[in-house]
């Protein structure tokens, strides 16, 4: 695996570190506390293509690569998972899938819009049953009899971003009959400004309190079929797909907040004093920084893989399904980790809202829950390994 950077990838990760550093650092841990939607920043974010990294210019981003997407996301996340899951969703669920699976024309009135910053997307997947379970959808998508669209019933849940979102990418049941489930499912443009949709309360979270939750409702809302991703029936396969690139995203995520975590926590080492030493000279405090350090480059290292495959892809059409998937599960287990071992070299400052290594710690557990638990990760990874089910 080359890990060189190029002139281009430096420059991207500078510019979003610089970016972090001098437009999120300083409202960050407001924006956690009040769980307002940090509505200006993503503008700025958007405005500098950081929406759209992966897209091609002539559909309104910036034409760079996977390695690209991933050492922003992470510079981002380092100073505020919340921004980072935000960037994450339009980035690799979002536009992802339009890219991939959309027309030419739906790339250009749907796609354009989100990778240029003008607005949000948002991917709508998971139902009040059906997490981890996610053939078991009952959203429905009925054609109308003249065929010119369909008509959609029922609750999303837990849509990142759905309370702001104008576009968002729809798994629904087109043909509720269908022998399994999941081939009946398509997938299907929606615009949030139409009739027939509505938003409910905004979840209340533990962390990433400043990305915005909610549940989407919809009730006779009508799509046109020209809005359709893909052939009907292919939805589910589009959902797992997107999902292989959006889990490289949430990893580099995590590995952001768990790099802020340590950094924190390697500094307060070197200066913190306790029986005449610094607490950096204490075995116990070394052994858990050293293994902070090896989890973080280990997670690095798998993130930086999974980019690659998903960029050697594009030309060999191969699923990268086991890298993308053993990525988010080892850098999230090491974020929430590594964000339990900051608390704890911090001792009661760690648990204090004075400093942000407790947001860390609360915005670390997400990333082994969404875009699939580390149980599913698990199953998936031990599934490809093994052909069995
Ligand atoms: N790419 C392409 N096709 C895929 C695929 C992939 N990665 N994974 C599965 N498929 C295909 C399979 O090949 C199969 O098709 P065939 O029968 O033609 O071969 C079909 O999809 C069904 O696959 P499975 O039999 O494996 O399906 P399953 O019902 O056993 O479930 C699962 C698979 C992996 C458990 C899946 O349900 C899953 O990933 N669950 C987790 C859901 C999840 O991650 N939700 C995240 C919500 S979005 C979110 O969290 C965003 C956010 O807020 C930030």
Redesign the pocket.
Known sequence: MDLHLSDEHRMIRDMARDFAQKEIAPIAARYDESGEFPYETIMKMGAQGFMGIEVPEEYGGVGMDTLAYVLALEEISKVDASHG?IM??CNS?YCYGILHYGTEEQKQKYLRPVASGEVIGA????EPQ???????IRVTALLSPDGSHYVINGTKS????GPVAKYILLFAQTDPEAK????GVSALIIDTDEPGFSRGKTEPKLGIRA?A?CEIHFEDYKCPVERRLGKEGEG??????V??A??I??AAQALGIAEAAYEAAREYAREREAFGKKIGQFQMIQQKLADMKTRIEASRLLIYKAALAKEAAKETGK?Y?LE?CMAKTFASETAMWVTTQAIQIHGGMGYSKELPIERYFRDAK?TE?????SE?QR??IA?LETGL?
Do not use: C, H
């Open positions: 899951v994450s969703v669920l991917y709508a997947l998971t059906s997490g981890s379970d996610a053939a078991n837990w849509i990142t971003s399994p489930r999941y081939r990305s939750t589910f396969k589009i959902a797992m797909a999902l292989d959006g889990r995203g949430i699923r399904t993308s997400v829950i969404y875009e699939g638990t599913i199953m998936v599934r089910r």
